[in-house]
């Protein structure tokens, strides 16, 4: 370990998932790989949901939704569709990143374009768990969130 990074090991599986193939070959021509922190928190949810949105109903066509965990974690097909997007897009649920810096671990030369979900929609920011906040106020919010990154795109 050093002062500016971490050290993991992380097992190697001959394990592999056809269909997460089959999709990442289907998306590799989209312009836009969507990449989410994904956390367990309010903020990662939101970061989940708006990413979903984005690339499954407002702009499905030159989107693709990158698996964060598969990306990370295996030299395949989703870890190649950020390799080779022309333009990766990640949403943060907080400064500390998590998506962006894992991605970078593994990719040191992929610069995303970096959204925070606080800096995207408005909410009380004393929440922390999923559930102090409604479901449906937490799919308002990230569809907002997906508009505001649809309209930089």
Known sequence: MSETHE???IAKTQAGCGLCEEYAAREAKKPVVVMAC???CLRGELARL???FLCDELAPEGTARL????AFTKNTGQRALARNAPRVVAVEGCPILCGTRMMQGVLPELKPEVYQI??????DSKLFAMRDMPEPERKRLAREAA???LAKL
């Open 50 to 52: 708006t990413a979903n």
């Open 118 to 123: 606080p800096s995207l929609v408005k909410f």
């Open 147 to 149: 508009q505001v990154i």
């Open 67 to 70: 698996c964060l965990g598969g």
């Open 7 to 9: 050290t993991i090991q």
């Open 38 to 40: 994904e956390g367990a």
